[in-house]
Structure formats: structure tokens, C-alpha cells
């Protein structure tokens, strides 16, 4: 693992511990007030869902930089490693640009979704809608480095029983 790699599951796995903490914290609080005086925090609904889509982008994030997502692979493996390395280097430039062009929309809509507040709180959207953005850029950064990693894996012609040079999964 790269220190790109490195610094995004690391920022990832804090957001996801941090929002995790604080949603939980928050709804057993929450709940044992109303439990307790059959009154809860006013606020308590809204701080959930404005940290659970930093949860699930923080989760999408770290299930693609450790190859979790489902990949089809059979159609590149039947492929001669020049070729493969081409379809690989060629595949990540497109999903980095797929990426970039997710994340240019989003940072688009950003001015949009800031005049939507919260009833209670009065936090902006775009508080939300910024995860999708960070999201999609690290992603971006991950999908470029596995260009990168395709592109400079060894070219020395491999053992029929040996691992392919060239990553065929995602990340």
C-alpha cells in the first residue's frame, strides 16, 4: 500500500469510526431520555442523518481501495499481458474520468443545496452533499494511482502459474 492509498483508508476509517461514535452516542442518548421523561432533543434526528452519508461514503471508499467492490475479470484474463496492461492503464483513466465528471456535478450543485437548511440546527446541505464530492475525488485519486500501478508493473513475461503484472480487480 502507497502513501496515497495509506492517507485516503486512514481519513476514511476515521470519518467512519468518528460518525459511527457520534450516530450511536446521539440515538441511545435520544433514546433513553424519551424512555426516561417521555421527552428527546429536538435536534437528535438531524445530526444522524447529516453524518450518515459521511458514513456510507467513507464505507464505499474503503471497500474500493481494499477490492471489495464486485468485479467482472474473466473477459480481460483471456487477454495477452501487453494487452491486458492497455485495456487496464485505458479502463482507469476511464473510470478516474467518470470520477472527475461525478465530482465536477457535484461541486456544481454545491452553491445549490447551501440554501437548503436544516429545520432545527440551520446546517447547510451542502454539508451532506460535500461527502459525495471528497468521495468521488478520492476516488478519483485511487482509480488514477491503479492507472499508474498498470501502467509501470513489471513488463517481464510471467510464469503461466504466477499472478498476472497487471492488476485485473479493482484496487
Known amino acids: 500500500m502507497n502513501i496515497l492509498e495509506r492517507v485516503v483508508t486512514a481519513l476514511c476509517r476515521v470519518m467512519l469510526w468518528l460518525s459511527t461514535s457520534v450516530i450511536f452516542v446521539i440515538l441511545v442518548a435520544n433514546t433513553v431520555l424519551r424512555y426516561a421523561t417521555g421527552a428527546s432533543l429536538q435536534w437528535a434526528n438531524e445530526v444522524p442523518e447529516l453524518l450518515f ?27 495477452s499481458p501487453p494487452v491486458r496492461r492497455v485495456v487496464a492503464v485505458l479502463s482507469w ?70 499472478q498476472p503484472p497487471v492488476p485485473v480487480a479493482h484496487w
Not at 53 to 79: D, R, Y
Not at 99 to 108: D, F, H, K, V
Open 53 to 79: 452519508p459521511w458514513l456510507v461514503m467513507s464505507g464505499v471508499v474503503l471497500a474500493a481501495a481494499s477490492g471489495a467492490h464486485i468485479t467482472t475479470t474473466f473477459l480481460v484474463e483471456v487477454l
Open 93 to 162: 483513466l476511464l473510470v478516474a474520468g467518470l470520477y472527475t465528471t461525478l465530482g465536477w456535478a457535484t461541486w456544481q450543485m454545491l452553491p445549490i443545496v447551501h440554501d437548503e437548511r436544516t429545520p432545527i440546527l440551520q446546517i447547510p446541505g451542502s454539508i451532506t452533499y460535500a461527502c459525495v464530492l471528497v468521495g468521488m475525488v478520492m476516488l478519483g485519486l485511487l482509480a488514477l494511482q491503479s492507472a499508474w500501478t498498470a501502467w509501470t508493473a513489471d513488463r517481464a513475461p510471467a510464469a503461466p502459474e504466477a
